[in-house]
């Protein structure tokens, strides 16, 4: 039990520091709202196909308020971090950037690319570990 919740506790900061990075602001929110579907989204990437189905209704319950709330809240957080964060990590992630004129990633579209980014990343880091 213990051994879960350490990985649980890891995982959810280094989502939150990929976040930070990005420069979602931490005071909006869609900022909880977005960590939650990128840990969910990790754990299983079927959430991310059906976001209105399966992620905005275990996200809106786990925090008690509505499915709209939760989506509109996302939307916000994504949003502003597209405007103001980190335009290299955009970049890096989504091959497209705010000067070119895109339109920012849809809300399942942002939180799969990170959650993927975070998957591949905690894998590599396994794989440094063994071969120390």
């Known amino acids: 039990m213990e051994y879960e919740e350490t990985e649980n506790n890891k995982l959810e900061e280094y989502v939150t520091k990929v976040m930070i990075e990005m420069g979602v602001p931490a005071h909006l929110k869609g900022y909880r709202y977005l960590r939650a579907s990128i840990i969910m989204a ?73 959650a993927d980014k975070i998957s591949l990343d905690l894998r590599n880091e396994g794989r440094e570990a063994d071969n120390i």
Do not use: C, H
Not at 55 to 68: N, R, V
């Open 42 to 114: 990790e754990e299983d990437m079927e959430v991310v196909g059906s976001v209105t189905k399966l992620l905005y209704p275990e996200i809106a319950k786990k925090y008690k308020t509505t499915e709209q709330k939760v989506e509109r809240a996302i939307r916000n957080a994504i949003e502003v971090s597209w405007m103001r964060g980190n335009v290299r990590i955009f970049e890096e992630l989504f091959g497209y950037s705010v000067q070119t004129g895109n339109s920012r990633p849809t809300n399942s579209e942002y939180i799969a690319q990170i």
